[in-house]
């Protein structure tokens, strides 16, 4: 944690909020997958966060394999690698494992009553949590800093040396890792709009999420767009496991619950099956919980969200920008 | 020539219950069949049927030459055999653009420019459609919607129009507008397969006529016929 800037309240406030929205666009990232999914086949797919967590520690595996093992080779060849690697192999496997677990759990409970895949989500959860148990045990284990600042080879017992500020001289600090963060999450949103604005298999999505029987009579491959959306949403909670491990650096087996909680929460906060809302909601989430940690108590920040969840839902209990359920017809 | 549709004892329903027990029809080309029955005698089922949405227990659909119940056909396959429905209650996509609607009905092709095409030619047939192209098909009137519902399917360029319940809650003069747009589309060659509650209004515009009851076909003849028929009048034409 960098020290509180107490000496100037408007200044601390300020980075409180820098920080809080950048943890917001990671929520912002996970939360698509589920506000996707859901959107289409109205499933809270329950196991989301976990795959998240299983992209985290493949995330890992990628770095051990290259041998970009620790901070000190942050910036060499093996470190570059690893990160570009974990850029591509992460979304790839988990959109890959969502195709697979709806291929083999939710599609054949389609038709079923909706308790059937959402009791299967939940059981998916455990199994992904089983798996990453046995992969990387029950204890936290350290994820390299790769973005952090390169470690002098003869300084090895000295303390790491402090990132750059690249906002040096505002008050404000923010790192090369802040704008990692920012610089892979908001493109990555803005192609997903462009993509489901524009394109056929995007406008075929939105048809299918607003229509199922229509989209089938447009001669819409249903079974095919829904994979489609869970390979997505796999795809963005692999980036969002690369940019949380790079900037977290602690993975283990239950990170996915809570992210994943905080990520569902800000998808319905949003307005579940809207794609802003998620991004809205998993920024606002990211500023409740550090504003909340910083001036109520970080013991308080959990309730705090939850307890802001709550009245806007009583006052807009589709959520910020979630529409009206009920469409003329 | 062999019919374009051909439908034999084709049995369907939901769960446990069927629907249908053995419904045969058939469409000649450049034909307007009307189907009409009361409310759950099984009209939207057969369409469902033809278009694949709702699995066939028993009988043939023959559609252009391929059995469709035979080999199988998702629905998703129907449309690129040159089937295409204008479902009941409309089914517009309520937060995509009229253009967009539009666009959906065009999924199974690949030629832009002719797609294209046709959105002008739809925009000719119904020039409010060409005014709010760009309004989310949610916020058009019920009778906009029909005819939004009615060029959509035709985007898919088919052999056979299947049209439910068209004039479904929509001002009398709206229903003679849509009514016409069927007359001036069969004059141009295409086979209609139309399902209504409106049975005078249907038969009218048809050349032949079902008769559905609890699911079977209880009459069928010439449309003109069975407007003259008693038991039609007295039973579906309110006389």
Known sequence: ?329 | MPPLLAVEKLEAGYGPINVLHGISLTVEPGEIVAMIGANGAGKTTTLMCLSGVVKARGGRVVFDGRDLTAEKVPAHQVVRLGLAQSPEGRKIFPRLTVLENLQMGAFTRTDADGVAADVEKAFTMFPILRERQHQAGGLLSGGQQQMLAIARALMSRPKLLLLDEPSLGLAPQIVVQIFDVIRELNRQGMSVLLVEQNARMALKVAHRGYVLETGRVTFSDRAAALLDDPRIRAAYLGE
């Open chain 1, 1 to 329: 944690m960098t020290p509180l800037l107490a000496a100037d309240p408007a200044a601390a406030f300020g980075q409180f909020l820098l920080i809080g929205l950048v943890s917001g666009l990671l929520y912002a990232l996970i939360a698509l997958g589920y506000t996707m999914v859901y959107g289409i086949v109205e499933l809270i797919n329950f196991a989301h966060g976990d795959l998240f967590m299983l992209g985290c520690l493949l995330s890992l595996e990628v770095c051990l394999l290259v041998g970009a093992r620790t901070q000190a080779e942050a910036g060499t060849a093996a470190g570059v690698a690893a990160v570009a690697l974990m850029l591509v192999a992460a979304p790839v496997f988990c959109a890959a494992l969502n195709i697979a677990v709806d291929r083999a759990v939710y599609r054949p409970l389609r038709t079923a009553p909706k308790l059937a895949p959402l009791v299967s989500a939940i059981g998916v959860s455990f199994v992904f949590m089983g798996v990453g148990l046995f992969w990387k045990g029950a204890t936290d284990v350290t994820f390299p800093d790769l973005l952090g600042p390169p470690i002098p080879p003869d300084a090895v017992n000295a303390a790491p040396p402090v990132p750059a500020n690249l906002l040096e001289g505002t008050g404000l600090r923010f790192t090369f890792k802040d704008l990692m963060v920012v610089l892979v999450t908001i493109p990555t949103m803005a192609a997903l709009t462009v993509f489901v604005r524009y394109t056929t298999l995007g406008k075929a999505m939105r048809a299918t999420a607003q229509n199922p029987t229509a989209a089938q009579l447009m001669g819409i491959n249903v079974d095919r767009v829904i994979a489609a959306t869970f390979a997505i949403g796999g795809a963005l909670a692999g980036v969002g496991s690369v940019v949380y491990s790079l900037y977290f650096n602690t993975v283990n087996y239950q990170m996915g619950f809570q992210n994943g909680v905080y990520a569902f929460t800000a998808a319905v906060l949003g307005g579940i099956g809207n794609i802003p809302g998620a991004v809205l909601g998993g920024i606002v989430i990211g500023v409740v919980k550090t504003l909340g940690g910083a001036y109520i108590g970080s013991e308080w920040s959990e309730a705090l969200i939850f307890a802001i969840l709550v009245v806007i839902l009583i006052f807009r209990p589709n959520g910020l920008l979630g529409a009206r359920t009920r469409e003329k017809v």
